[in-house]
């Protein structure tokens, strides 16, 4: 192994194997190895390849999901722009509402908290979790929240939403619904 090597399987970790070619969206141990043999030339083993990695402290855990929007602060202003371009808009028979959706437990959650080692902490807790969702939307203008109440947070509690949404302003053409995330940030703003 040269020193080369090394620093291009470092600075290869850190871009997506779709930049190079590849179809994948991560990189295993094999993909990284037949990566660096066309570029170096240098035939290695992928579990050669694990060692390496460990060598430079690079461990294998979960990546975070992110929307693309999020890793491009441009692309958020832009959106949230024009957002607040549709807002200051609106036509007579249109309508804007904020939509989101909670979880609600019965049962408390639990995290982490200090305690001695070798003790663990008890929480007493009703029973039995029951959960319900809530599928909600505000209307900036009003302050109206329109909410529902599922059993099941999936597509059939947020088309009855919507249907109720529909119902209460049935008097509007056109119903624009953003997602909440953009309300909280147009407040920051």
Not at 40 to 46: A, F, L, S, Y
Not at 121 to 129: D, L, R, S, V
Request: one cysteine or more; hydrophobic letters at 35%.
């Amino acid at each position: 192994m040269t020193e080369d090597y090394l620093e291009r399987l470092e600075v290869l970790i850190y871009q997506s194997p779709q930049e190079q070619g590849w179809q994948r969206s991560t990189w295993t141990r094999e993909l990284l190895a037949q990566q660096l043999e066309y570029e170096t030339g240098i035939r290695c083993h992928e579990s050669h390849i694990g060692r390496l990695l460990h060598m430079l402290n690079i461990r294998w855990g979960r990546a975070r999901p992110t929307c693309k929007a999020s890793d491009n602060p441009h692309g958020k202003a832009i959106k949230t722009g024009k957002i607040k371009a549709l807002q200051a808009n609106l036509g007579d028979d249109e309508m804007m509402i904020y939509q989101d959706e909670v979880d609600i437990h019965l049962n408390p959650k639990i995290g982490p908290c200090w305690m001695q080692r070798g003790t663990q902490f008890n929480i007493a807790t009703p029973g039995q979790n029951k959960k319900r969702y809530l599928f909600g939307g505000l209307n900036p203008v009003t302050g109206h929240i329109i909410w529902t109440e599922s059993d099941r947070k999936n597509s059939d509690g947020f088309i009855i939403w919507l249907k109720e949404l529909a119902r209460r302003y049935r008097r509007y053409a056109t119903i624009h619904v953003v997602p909440f995330f953009f309300f909280s940030r147009l407040v920051q703003d």
